[in-house]
Structure formats: structure tokens, C-alpha cells
């Protein structure tokens, strides 16, 4: 994956993680699968950074979706 394209991958993320809910038509599986995927890739500390947001972004989903 190419820089442009884990920069474009990230700022979805960004946008879709502040609005969804567990309620959503697209299971968090699905979300969770692409951030793993992102955080694979060649990524510089501030997307590091930013990934893990989003990780922890999703989790508190996950969490409160269990409950």
C-alpha cells in the first residue's frame, strides 16, 4: 500500500469511526477488519498514532455493543 493510499484509508476511518454506531447497517467486524488492515501497512508515527485512535475508537463500540 502505497503512502497516498494509507493516508485516503486513514482520514475514511476517521470519518466513518466519529459516526457510526453499533446500530449500523455494517457490522464492526467489518470496520475492525480495515483498521487491522491499515495497521499493517508501513505507517509513520503520527498515522501510528492516529491508527490507534481509531482502535480505541472502535473498541468502545465494541464494548458498549456487548453490553
Known amino acids: 500500500m502505497n503512502h497516498e493510499q494509507i493516508e485516503k484509508d ?3 476511518l476517521e470519518h466513518v469511526i466519529s459516526r457510526i454506531s453499533a446500530a449500523d447497517g455494517i457490522p464492526l467486524s467489518y470496520w475492525r477488519s480495515r483498521i487491522d488492515s491499515v495497521s499493517l501497512a ?3 508515527p503520527s498515522q501510528v498514532r492516529r491508527v490507534q485512535k481509531l482502535s480505541d475508537a472502535l473498541h468502545a463500540l465494541e464494548i458498549r455493543h456487548k453490553r
Open 42 to 44: 508501513p505507517l509513520v
Open 10 to 12: 486513514i482520514e475514511h
